[in-house]
């Protein structure tokens, strides 16, 4: 019985693990908040949630969609920073779900030994093992920042995603 149970194989279900693990984090701060605290900034240097997700948004399609999946790159990185056009929650949601589910499609289809092939992505020559490596850790930064504005904003108030289920996760 042969198995596809590569590195490579087993990588590439990982990275789409990750993007779905991501995304539910993501989700889960967002549907605790309203549309004017996803905008809100401590002070005019600082990005909101918002702009951390048009970023993310932006990151993937160049990364992935464009440098993995041979897409033409279409991103406009200095406007992920504005905020003069805020879309609602459900249109953040609608974006990011539909920008990592576009993403899942071109790591499904992609070929585990082309994973060292180069390309060149927003004018850096990666491989596409590294370009999907460092997309998926600036995925993961940005959940975590957006974990922490959401904490802070929502103090006792927050509700956690994870419970531990057995003893050794801290149960009860």
Not at 142 to 163: C, F, M, N, P, V
Request: charged letters at 25%; a negative charge.
């Amino acid at each position: 019985m042969e198995t596809n149970q590569t590195f490579e194989n087993e990588f590439l279900q990982e990275t789409i693990h990750i993007m779905e693990y991501s995304l539910k984090r993501i989700v889960h701060c967002l549907n605790q908040l309203n549309d004017t605290r996803i905008w809100w900034r401590p002070h005019e240097h600082a990005n909101s949630i918002g702009i951390i997700i048009n970023h993310l948004c932006g990151n993937l399609r160049q990364w992935i969609i464009s440098g993995v999946g041979g897409a033409i790159d279409i991103r406009n990185r200095p406007q992920e920073f504005k905020d003069n056009y805020k879309l609602t929650k459900n249109e953040l949601i609608s974006q990011l779900t539909e920008t990592i589910e576009e993403c899942k499609v071109i790591l499904k289809k992609c070929e585990p030994v082309k994973l060292l092939e180069k390309r060149r992505i927003q004018s850096f020559d990666n491989t596409l093992l590294s370009a999907i490596y460092g997309t998926i850790t600036h995925l993961e930064l940005h959940a975590g920042q957006i974990i922490y504005i959401t904490r802070s904003l929502l103090k006792d108030q927050y509700q956690y995603l994870w419970e531990p289920q057995t003893k050794e996760q801290g149960a009860e």
